[in-house]
């Protein structure tokens, strides 16, 4: 191998390395029954990232914040949350719960969970409030 191939397999490794560091660091998801048993250990903050119609209809009734992710508001909203408390994110699927985790954890929080979609949670027992 010549010089230049070594230095291009170092910097891809370096890559590799550093890019999968940050991605096993974005937002931990835990599946409703993981989420029941860290829930009794440390109950922390509920978070609701869907729109406010969506919240309107039903939640969690655990939940404790309703920021909508997609609203230009929401980075303002996290800005606002202390960060050593442990927040539990959902929406309807986990994907948005998934995106606002990572933006809290790259804003600083350390204790952000992905506890993923409204009615997974609500199939597992979790109790639903409906409308407001």
């Given at each position: 191998m010549d010089f230049y191939t070594i230095i291009l397999i170092v910097?891809?490794?370096v890559m590799v390395l550093y890019y999968g560091a940050k991605l096993k660091n974005s937002g931990?998801?835990?599946?409703?029954e993981t989420f029941k048993e860290k829930w009794k250990q440390d109950s922390g903050v509920v978070i609701d990232v869907r729109t406010k119609s969506e919240h309107k209809g039903e939640r969690l009734d655990i939940?404790?914040?309703?920021?909508?992710?997609?609203?230009?508001?929401?980075s303002e909203q996290i800005e606002q949350l202390d960060k050593s408390k442990t927040y539990y994110l959902?929406?309807?699927?986990?994907?948005?719960?998934?995106?606002a985790a990572r933006m809290m954890e790259q804003n600083g929080f350390e204790h952000v969970y992905n506890i993923g979609g409204l009615q997974k949670l609500l199939n597992a027992g979790f109790n639903k409030q409906s409308g407001n």
């Open positions: 910097i891809a490794a931990e998801t835990l599946d409703p939940t404790d914040h309703n920021y909508d992710i997609t609203d230009s508001e929401f959902y929406c309807r699927t986990g994907s948005r719960s998934g995106r």
